[in-house]
């Protein structure tokens, strides 16, 4: 079965924290990708990184970076010197090419709040 | 432009109205889907279309119809809503159903049913 674990319901930070969101994924399969996508409180859905299986290299964006860690199935995300322009929902998603439905499974989020 | 358009954006109904939401892509994708949002249970998918006439249910499609008469288009139904089905609604599309690919997502249409 797949599955996408985000453990951080809510996590509030104050501005210029770095904060670090989590996300653990279940696969069986050698072939899959990661997602991260944030919905602010607009509501609408932002694409943020798409990663595959077979690259374990850390991406860096900005004040945005990821760690992909396939020996812990983990696939984290930090972001350097929080801004309150941050503060939405974060959701890890994952996909495999197998899965004839071709959706992503997305974990319940992380709802980031960075205060002034 | 590339995107994907949702209307309406908010809708207030009552149990057993008909409805559509629309969804249409400018980015000639095969691939479209719908998903709910809910809190605490994240975005699950409840149909999907890898092409013109070809659809099938995701994980949560009951009370829910779809079409996919043209490759731009795909319309969600709810043919009698009840209040379970108020929630935060997602159109998506990408190039194909293999999910390598970036899905790009609607701006979300927001139903309440009383």
């Known amino acids: 079965a797949q599955k996408v674990t985000q453990a951080q319901t809510e996590i509030s930070v104050v501005e210029k924290e770095d904060v670090t969101l989590d996300c653990v994924y279940e696969t069986r399969d050698t072939t899959y990708y990661l997602f991260w996508y944030k919905q602010p409180p607009s509501g609408e859905l932002v694409f943020l990184i798409r990663?595959?299986?077979?690259?374990?290299q850390n991406e860096i964006s900005g004040r945005y970076s990821w760690n992909f860690q396939k020996s812990t199935s983990s696939f984290n995300f930090t972001i350097t010197a929080s801004q309150v322009v941050d503060s939405a929902v974060y959701f890890c998603?994952?996909?495999?090419?197998?899965?004839?439905?071709?959706?992503?499974?997305f974990g319940k989020g992380t709802k980031l709040s960075v205060k002034p | 432009e590339a995107q994907v358009t949702q209307n309406p954006r908010y809708l207030i109904t009552v149990t057993g109205k008909k409805l559509t939401v629309t969804c249409s892509q400018n980015?000639?994708?095969?691939?479209m889907s719908w998903y709910r949002q809910d809190p605490g249970l994240g975005l699950r998918q409840i149909y999907y279309s890898m092409n013109v006439e070809v659809t099938d249910k995701g994980d949560v499609p009951e009370g829910y119809k779809v079409s996919r008469k043209e490759k731009r288009n795909f319309p969600l139904i709810l043919e009698s809503p009840s209040p379970n089905q108020t929630s935060l609604y997602f159109c998506?599309?990408?190039?194909?159903?293999?999910?390598?690919?970036?899905?790009?997502f609607g701006p979300g249409t927001r139903l309440t049913v009383t």
């Open positions: 998603a994952l996909s495999n090419q197998r899965r004839s439905q071709g959706n992503l499974i």
């Open positions: 980015m000639n994708h095969e691939y």
């Open positions: 990663r595959n299986s077979f690259d374990e």
């Open positions: 998506a599309s990408s190039l194909d159903r293999y999910t390598s690919y970036e899905q790009y």
